[in-house]
């Protein structure tokens, strides 16, 4: 059970270690940056776990899945990928989406080892890990959505979207 403490650690260690840094110092926080940062440990953790405990990771999936050591080592890279890119000025926005995406695509695999009480990262308590592991996913979600995304590119893209709906679609009002 200790995995989930060492994941919101490693989330938030970032934020707050600069926020105490910049009280003391009476400066203000670059919030975005040291949120993406404790994200990108995080994924950094994440896919440590598939190269370390591999065995651990395929009893996570079911075993009607083809090549399950090959998703487990995929999955590994896309999330060592998605870690880096976090890193990378130019990719953290499309990285955090990338990231939210995975957070709600991985889940199914978190509730099966769960109802299967897998013996790894707290699934071997059965079902009742659900009641720690879904509200982590979900402050996970909220972290990378409201803390990593660049609001300032959303309504950007949000215009060209509509701007490409109207050329496509003219609508008479």
Known sequence: MITPIIIIILLVSPLAIAYFIGLVKGTLVA???YALWGLGATFLFFSIGHFVKTDEMIQMLPTWVPFRLAVVYVTGVIEL???I???T???QNNATMIAICVFVLFFPANVYSAMNANDFG????GPIYLLVRTPLQLFLVAWAYFLCLDSNKWPRLTSKLNTKLRKNNPVSL
């Open 89 to 91: 000025p130019r990719f």
């Open 81 to 83: 990928f998605i870690s």
């Open 122 to 125: 707290g699934y071997q308590w």
């Open 31 to 33: 919030v975005r940056k």
């Open 85 to 87: 890119a976090l890193f």
